[in-house]
């Protein structure tokens, strides 16, 4: 049965040789009997006659005998960590659970025409059980998560359980997405990026454009904090707006400074997910 046309797929790729034992799409420095040339070695150390090198064994000052090594391309494992507290259920232009939902569905759907295994692990105050997804290779596991990730409840008060996700990941080094809101105090977001500094890992901030201001230049709003759920009355008026404004654009420059320090690059989602800019985000 082929795969449903709305499933954007998308292309990402890693900074380092591949380092898993099943073959796949990526580079690697493993194996023997791939096609990208590695390197000379004596045969005694590669025993395959079958790549012999005579131009390279009559230049060996010893006498060698020397064949070519090739590298074999390998899979890795593909995990996206989730922020899944109350404010990833803000709907602007588009709920930010539904874009979180569509980037599942392609991300897995793609990590399967590439020959990886996926996986996805979901936190708010604990890593929820109820979405936990092992690494699988399995080829509808993906669009059976984003459905039940658009019909899940989102009330979680805090995504403290994101510096616990590493817990879940596998000890082979994988691409890991961090996609949050990253509404939460940056020293958490420093704890949580140190713990999976192990791995490749591409801090993914979900924004919508109207979750910092509001349409009204000036009246009486009540205003609601999604994770706490505590409301407010403000009286909203030009010299707030800028106020508010300017504290998005402080908030923006902090978490770009943090990804700074730990040599990540962040991929900024504002409003709609495309798969396209994920693609440029890995070949620009």
Same mark, same amino acid.
């Given at each position: 049965?082929?795969?449903?046309?709305?499933?954007?797929?998308?292309?990402?790729?890693?900074?380092?040789?591949?380092?898993?034992?099943?073959?796949?799409?990526?580079?690697?420095?493993?194996?023997?009997?791939?096609?990208?040339?590695?390197?000379?070695?004596?045969?005694? /150390?590669?025993?395959?006659?079958?790549?012999?090198?005579?131009?390279?064994?009559?230049?060996?000052?010893?006498?060698?005998?020397?064949?070519?090594?090739?590298?074999?391309?390998?899979?890795?494992?593909?995990?996206?960590?989730?922020?899944?507290?109350?404010? !990833?259920?803000?709907?602007?232009?588009?709920?930010?659970?539904?874009?979180?939902? /569509?980037?599942?569905?392609?991300?897995?759907?793609?990590?399967?025409?590439?020959? /990886?295994?996926?996986?996805?692990?979901?936190? /708010?105050?604990?890593?929820?059980?109820?979405?936990?997804?092992?690494?699988?290779?399995?080829?509808?596991?993906?669009?059976?998560?984003?459905?039940?990730?658009?019909?899940?409840?989102?009330?979680?008060?805090?995504?403290?359980?994101?510096?616990?996700?590493?817990?879940?990941?596998?000890?082979?080094?994988?691409?890991?997405?961090?996609?949050?809101?990253?509404?939460?105090?940056?020293?958490?977001?420093?704890?949580?990026?140190?713990? !999976?500094?192990?791995?490749?890992?591409?801090?993914?901030?979900?924004?919508?454009?109207?979750?910092?201001?509001?349409?009204?230049?000036?009246?009486?709003?009540?205003?609601?904090?999604?994770?706490?759920?505590?409301?407010?009355?403000?009286?909203?008026?030009?010299?707030?707006?800028?106020?508010?404004?300017?504290?998005?654009?402080?908030?923006?420059?902090?978490?770009?400074?943090?990804?700074?320090?730990?040599?990540?690059?962040?991929?900024?989602?504002?409003?709609?997910?495309?798969?396209?800019?994920?693609?440029?985000?890995?070949?620009?």
């Amino acid at each position: 049965m082929t795969q449903a046309p709305t499933v954007q797929e998308l292309h990402y790729r890693i900074g380092v040789p591949a380092l898993g034992h099943f073959p796949g799409h990526h580079r690697s420095a493993r194996g023997d009997s791939g096609f990208e040339f590695r390197r000379h070695a004596a045969l005694l /150390d590669a025993p395959d006659p079958r790549r012999l090198d005579l131009h390279a064994s009559l230049r060996d000052p010893f006498g060698n005998w020397i064949v070519r090594v090739y590298s074999q391309r390998k899979a890795i494992p593909v995990v996206m960590v989730a922020d899944l507290s109350a404010s !990833m259920g803000f709907a602007g232009t588009r709920r930010k659970l539904d874009v979180l939902a /569509d980037f599942v569905d392609s991300l897995a759907w793609s990590a399967w025409r590439t020959g /990886d295994s996926f996986g996805f692990v979901g936190c /708010d105050s604990t890593v929820r059980e109820d979405v936990l997804l092992p690494l699988t290779r399995s080829r509808g596991m993906g669009s059976a998560l984003a459905r039940t990730l658009r019909a899940l409840h989102l009330g979680g008060r805090s995504a403290h359980a994101l510096s616990m996700a590493h817990r879940y990941l596998n000890r082979q080094r994988s691409l890991v997405f961090l996609v949050s809101d990253f509404h939460l105090p940056l020293p958490d977001v420093e704890a949580t990026l140190a713990s !999976m500094a192990h791995h490749d890992l591409v801090p993914v901030v979900l924004w919508d454009p109207l979750e910092f201001g509001l349409s009204a230049r000036r009246g009486l709003v009540q205003v609601t904090d999604p994770e706490s759920g505590a409301t407010r009355l403000l009286w909203w008026r030009p010299a707030l707006r800028d106020k508010w404004l300017a504290a998005q654009q402080q908030r923006r420059d902090a978490l770009l400074r943090i990804f700074q320090v730990n040599q990540l690059k962040p991929l900024f989602i504002e409003g709609r997910f495309d798969a396209d800019a994920v693609t440029r985000h890995f070949h620009s």
